[in-house]
């Protein structure tokens, strides 16, 4: 699997958790980087959470304590589990992939997945 896939999208009320998965072998080297960035209707692509090959983990203020990434490596899946969500989350939810550094613009990452839309409703 080297281009990304999303799964795990939906839609939620206020308050609710949804999990995002990301089946992807582009990058298995040591250094990379695997993300998820999310684009509302109207908005700028934006980084939610990124994370390392060593483990580090970066996440978007926004959503600190509420959303957590993290990888199985035998599986070669990303998740992205998001709890107590809120309307602002509405957004189509994208896996990314980059060679190197956590960048945060989103050009920077080589790999695109098709996306999975969340959408909250209060």
């Known amino acids: 699997q080297v281009q990304p896939v999303e799964s795990g999208g939906g839609s939620v009320t206020v308050g609710g958790s949804l999990r995002l998965s990301c089946a992807s072998s582009v990058y298995t080297g040591s250094d990379r980087c695997m993300a998820w960035f999310r684009q509302a209707p109207g908005k700028e692509r934006e980084r939610v959470a990124a994370?390392?090959?060593?483990?580090?983990?970066f996440y978007a203020d926004s959503v600190k304590g509420r959303f957590f990434i993290w990888q199985d490596n035998a599986k070669l899946t990303l998740y992205l589990q998001m709890v107590n969500l809120k309307p602002e989350d509405t957004a189509m939810y994208y896996c990314?992939?980059?060679?190197?550094?956590?960048?945060?613009?989103?050009?920077?990452?080589?790999?695109w997945g098709q996306g999975t839309q969340v959408a909250v409703s209060s």
């Open positions: 994370l390392t090959a060593s483990g580090y983990t």
């Open positions: 990314a992939a980059a060679s190197d550094t956590c960048y945060i613009a989103p050009d920077r990452y080589d790999f």
